[in-house]
């Protein structure tokens, strides 16, 4: 089973910047689907960018939540088997749990989580 590790996360003052990172344990052209959700406390968890299979012609398609479209950015190396998630301009309300999910012929993954707070 594919294996999701995450890092990047921190506290970051309102309008800074931060960079996710996700690196899967098998090759991403053999996940269907890799996204970023984030729980923040209190609430459920909501997808924030997703994209699909990318290939070495293609970089897949990508849909974002619109709190965060303008502001995030997620891409992805293929030779690094790593999807990434940049998030300029954050405010308080990015604040939360950010997890990885891939989907694999249906079945879901899981990363641990990395922690965002964005605070002055």
Do not use: H
Request: proline share 2%; glycine share 12%; charged share 20%.
């Amino acid at each position: 089973q594919v294996q999701l590790v995450e890092s990047g996360g921190g506290l970051v003052q309102p309008g800074g910047s931060l960079r996710l990172s996700c690196a899967a344990s098998e090759s991403i052209f053999s996940i269907d689907f890799m996204g970023w959700y984030r729980q923040a406390p209190g609430k459920g968890r909501e997808l924030v960018a997703g994209i699909t299979r990318t290939d070495r012609t293609s970089s897949g398609r990508i849909n974002y939540a619109e709190s965060v479209e303008g502001r995030f950015t997620i891409s992805s190396d293929y030779r690094k088997n790593t999807v990434y998630l940049q998030m300029d301009s954050l405010k308080p309300d990015d604040t939360g749990v950010y997890y990885c999910n891939a989907v694999k012929k249906g079945d879901q993954i899981w990363g641990q989580g990395t922690q965002v707070t964005v605070s002055s």
